[in-house]
């Protein structure tokens, strides 16, 4: 008995959520459906209920996002969506969660928005809104290839910067995915501030953050790049002020760039041999840079030959150091010989 009316009320649910999807599509689903704004703007309110279909949020009610509309006819103005009502972390219905979400609120964005910004992004500006696709889809507005983009649409002159970077050519003409996009420099849900010390792009953490790719164990090698590019700054006179907590001294951004890194065979590169006086003189660099100055050698290996003196110098004072180790151990040993013979002739 008490089966058959758990029965009947949960078809009596599914009936009204039904009845109340459709009631939004009896207005919604009229194609042309549209309001005019007061500028004269014809903003379409048509709802193609398969593009909500084909997305991560299929089976979802609208009410399940549109809390706000409980009665028809409905406010004009309606509250936007919060993504969050379902999207934290322990949420009961599914919604992937962890540490990644809650990033957001002490993001950039998540402060400027609670700040009262109302241009920094919401997560539907990121993500979109009927049309959200899984992580793994080429479509989604937030996959390797689509991220500069959906990112430009607000930070404009960057991407345009981007796009003709080495990095941004890479990736979005030549669709090498190892190539960097806006996220695998700034990270996702924890993007801060350059100022911010904790940022990924703060002086302190630039080189770790190129080094994830130019290190040693770096995928740019696999496209004919030197994979010393840290250890050799790290070795630099840069990069032992850098160790020892100096953050004016140059990192990898000051000398390349970031939006707009090129090769050094690139006339508008910041380290062709044309430009790099002017990089190396920037005003709280070295202003009096002469080009004899530039002309070091910055990312040197001093065990490859190709760094040509400096290979010769490590290599001589090495086989001096041997060569005094190796001559100072004879003579203990011959020492401690005739002082054995001495006190056994002594006896
Ligand atoms: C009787 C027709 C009708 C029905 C039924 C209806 N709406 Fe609307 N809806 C409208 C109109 C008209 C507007 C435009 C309001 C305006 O002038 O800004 C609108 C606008 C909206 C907007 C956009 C508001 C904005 O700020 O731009 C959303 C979201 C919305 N409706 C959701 C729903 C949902 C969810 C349902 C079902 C629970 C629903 N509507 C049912 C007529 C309807
Ligand atoms: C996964 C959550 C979600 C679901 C489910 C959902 N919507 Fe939306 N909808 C959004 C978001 C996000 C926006 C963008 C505006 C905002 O942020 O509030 C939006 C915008 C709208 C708009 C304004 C016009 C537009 O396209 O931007 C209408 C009308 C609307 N939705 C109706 C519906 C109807 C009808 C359904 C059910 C068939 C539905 N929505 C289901 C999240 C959702
Ligand atoms: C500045 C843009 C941006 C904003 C704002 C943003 N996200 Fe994301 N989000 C990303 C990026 C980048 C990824 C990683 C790419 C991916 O997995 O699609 C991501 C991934 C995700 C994923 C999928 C991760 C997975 O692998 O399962 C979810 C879910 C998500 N975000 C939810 C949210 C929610 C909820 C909000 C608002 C609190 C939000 N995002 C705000 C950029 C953003
Ligand atoms: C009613 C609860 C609910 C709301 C509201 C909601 N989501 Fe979701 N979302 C889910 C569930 C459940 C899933 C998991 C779907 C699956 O894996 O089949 C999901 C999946 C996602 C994914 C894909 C994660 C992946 O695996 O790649 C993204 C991105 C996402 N949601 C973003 C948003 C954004 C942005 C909003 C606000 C516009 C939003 N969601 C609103 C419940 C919700
Ligand atoms: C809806 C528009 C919008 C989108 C989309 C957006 N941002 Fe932003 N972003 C802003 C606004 C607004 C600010 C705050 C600007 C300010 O106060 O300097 C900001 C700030 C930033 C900052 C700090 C800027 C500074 O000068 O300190 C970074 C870094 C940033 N965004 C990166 C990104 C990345 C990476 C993405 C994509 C994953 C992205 N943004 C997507 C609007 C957006
Ligand atoms: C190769 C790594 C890298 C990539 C790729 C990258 N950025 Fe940056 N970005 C940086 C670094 C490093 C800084 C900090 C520079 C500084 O110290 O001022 C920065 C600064 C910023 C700032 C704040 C300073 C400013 O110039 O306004 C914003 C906003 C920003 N990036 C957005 C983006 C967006 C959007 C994209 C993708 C189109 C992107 N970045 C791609 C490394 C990168
Ligand atoms: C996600 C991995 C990744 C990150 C992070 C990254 N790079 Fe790259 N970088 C690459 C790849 C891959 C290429 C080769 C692109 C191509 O031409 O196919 C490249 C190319 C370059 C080149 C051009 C080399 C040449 O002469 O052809 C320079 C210079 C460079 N990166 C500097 C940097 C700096 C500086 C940073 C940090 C601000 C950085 N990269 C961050 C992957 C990365
Ligand atoms: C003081 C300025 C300076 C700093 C700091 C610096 N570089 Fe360089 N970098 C150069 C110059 C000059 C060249 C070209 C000549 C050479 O290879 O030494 C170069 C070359 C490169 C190349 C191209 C190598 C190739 O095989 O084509 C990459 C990649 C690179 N640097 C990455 C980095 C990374 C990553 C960092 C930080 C860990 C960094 N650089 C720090 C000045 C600098």
Same mark, same amino acid.
């Given at each position: 008995m008490r089966m058959r009316v758990t029965l009947i009320l949960f078809i009596l649910t599914v009936a009204a959520s039904v009845a109340a999807q459709e009631r939004c599509l $009896?207005? +919604? #689903?009229?194609?042309?459906?549209s309001r005019v704004e007061e500028t004269g703007r014809k903003i379409s309110l048509f709802i193609d209920t398969t593009i909500i279909g084909h997305s991560?949020?299929?089976?979802?009610?609208?009410?399940?996002?549109?809390?706000?509309?409980?009665? $028809?006819? +409905? #406010?004009?103005e309606l509250a936007p969506v919060n993504c969050r009502r379902c999207h934290y972390?322990?949420?009961?219905?599914?919604a992937p969660q962890g540490e990644l979400y809650d990033q957001y609120a002490q993001s950039v964005h998540g402060q400027e928005v609670a700040g009262g910004n109302p241009k920094a992004p919401i997560c539907q500006d990121c993500h979109?809104?009927?049309?959200i696709k899984s992580?793994?889809?080429?479509?989604?507005?937030?996959?390797k290839m689509n991220r500069p983009k959906t990112c430009g649409g607000c930070h404009i002159e960057i991407y345009a910067t981007y796009r003709e970077s080495v990095h941004g050519v890479a990736l979005l003409?030549?669709?090498?995915?190892?190539s960097p996009d806006c996220a695998s420099c700034h990270?996702?849900?924890n993007i801060g501030r350059?100022?911010?010390?904790?940022?990924?792009?703060?002086p302190a953490h630039v080189s770790q953050t190129c080094g994830?790719?130019?290190?040693?164990?770096?995928?740019?090698?696999?496209?004919?790049?030197?994979?010393d590019r840290t250890t050799t700054f790290e070795d630099s006179f840069h990069g032992i002020a850098h160790q020892m907590e100096n953050r004016t001294v140059a990192n990898c951004a000051s000398c390349h760039g970031f939006h707009d890194i090129r090769p050094q065979?690139?006339?508008?590169?910041?380290?062709?041999t044309a430009n790099i006086v002017t990089t190396c003189g920037q005003s709280n660099c070295h202003?009096?840079?002469?080009v004899q100055f530039a002309s070091g050698k910055i990312h040197?290996?001093?065990?490859?030959?190709?760094?040509g003196l400096v290979y010769y110098i490590t290599k001589f004072f090495t086989i001096l150091t041997i060569g005094t180790l190796a001559g100072l151990f004879v003579f203990i040993v011959l020492d401690l010989f005739r002082r054995a013979q001495r006190s056994r002739s002594g006896k």
């Open positions: $009896i207005c +919604h #689903a009229k194609p042309g459906f991560v949020h299929a089976g979802k009610l609208c009410t399940d996002c549109h809390v706000d509309v409980t009665t $028809i006819p +409905h #406010a004009r972390s322990g949420n009961p219905v599914g979109g809104s009927h049309d992580h793994d889809s080429p479509d989604s507005r937030m996959a003409r030549d669709s090498v995915m190892d990270g996702e849900h350059p100022t911010d010390t904790t940022s990924q792009v703060s994830e790719c130019h290190g040693p164990m770096g995928v740019a090698s696999k496209y004919g790049i030197k994979s065979d690139d006339p508008k590169s910041s380290i062709n202003p009096e840079a002469s040197v290996d001093p065990h490859n030959k190709e760094s």
